[in-house]
């Protein structure tokens, strides 16, 4: 197995603090969440039980971020989540999440794809293909990070369409600073 496709193993000591053992250093939660964003399975256990500690620990990045603002989850989905826990529909929530947010992935990597193609009937438009880079290397920024996603090696173009893309706003918006004088 790879080192990136193993879990990225960090040991909790007794004092609670986090412990990289790939990288022999001490981690934090934020840590933890970026290497999960990057795409890195990971695994959190107990380093004298060997319990396995990873859902609470997700659980618990999962309730900073809500807690700070950054609300993915909406109230009624919470609501629901906890509801869950009560009734004959618990069996099925854990299928039902991890069917959903595979779907999720397959239709924005379809979309990614769709976007991509010269089949798309709007091909014949003028300024098509600008705008279709344009949304590609959007498309790209936005969903960095999305296991299971194609991303391409050439990230260097992908810097020079974001640049392009930075010079054409800063282009536009002199032009609008022009008109409204």
Do not use: C
């Not at 290497?35 to 319990?51: H, N, P, T």
Request: proline share 3%.
């Amino acid at each position: 197995m790879t080192d990136d496709a193993r879990p990225l193993l960090i040991k909790r000591y007794a004092s609670r603090r986090l412990y990289n053992t790939e990288t022999s250093d001490y981690v934090t939660l934020e840590d933890i969440a970026r290497f999960i964003r990057a795409g890195r399975e990971v695994q959190i256990v107990d380093l004298k039980s060997g319990d396995d500690l990873t859902r609470q620990y997700l659980l618990q990045i999962i309730a900073e971020h809500e807690s700070r603002g950054e609300n993915v989850l909406p109230l009624d989905v919470l609501t629901d989540l906890v509801r869950s826990y009560t009734t004959q529909a618990q069996s099925v929530v854990p299928q039902f999440l991890a069917m959903s947010f595979e779907m999720l992935r397959e239709g924005q990597s379809k979309m990614m794809e769709n976007m991509m193609t010269r089949a798309n009937p709007m091909a014949a438009m003028p300024g098509f293909e600008e705008m279709q880079r344009q949304q590609q290397a959007f498309m790209k920024t936005m969903m960095a990070g999305w296991p299971g996603l194609r991303q391409d090696s050439d990230s260097k173009g992908e810097e020079d369409d974001l640049d392009q893309i930075k010079q054409q706003l800063a282009d536009l918006q002199e032009k609008l600073s022009k008109l409204n004088k």
